[in-house]
Nanobody
């Protein structure tokens, strides 16, 4: 069983910063892509950023230049440094990982339960 647990969400003023963390645990052989998605109230879940095991990153246009994704392969962790936060960044942020469990030859996608980020004055 593989679990993803996010942390670091909270209330922040516009223009402020937050750092989200996510750790994957369980019977993991390898993790390829890790990333962050978010879902704002009344909206569909959307991609925020992804990072491959080798460090190739991809960002949604709405967060380019403000958010930075990184990972620690040894610790099975992914991070999202968010700066210059805007009201519209308010959402539940979900961690995602594409994992090959121990003893398996297949890759599976796993999601965390999410952490709430609220941008408000």
């Amino acid at each position: 069983q593989v679990q993803l647990v996010e942390s670091g969400g909270g209330l922040v003023q516009p223009g402020g910063s937050l750092r989200l963390s996510c750790v994957a645990s369980g019977s993991i052989s390898i993790i390829s892509v890790m990333g962050w998605h978010r879902q704002a109230p009344g909206k569909e879940r959307e991609l925020v950023a992804t990072i491959t095991r080798g460090g190739t990153v991809n960002y949604a246009d709405s967060v380019k230049g403000r958010f930075t994704i990184s990972r620690d392969n040894a610790k099975n962790m992914v991070f999202l440094q968010m700066s210059s936060l805007k009201f519209e960044d308010t959402a539940v942020y979900y961690c995602y990982a594409n994992v090959r469990p121990s003893g398996s030859s297949r890759m599976y996608g796993y999601w965390g339960k999410g952490t709430l980020v609220t941008v408000s004055s």
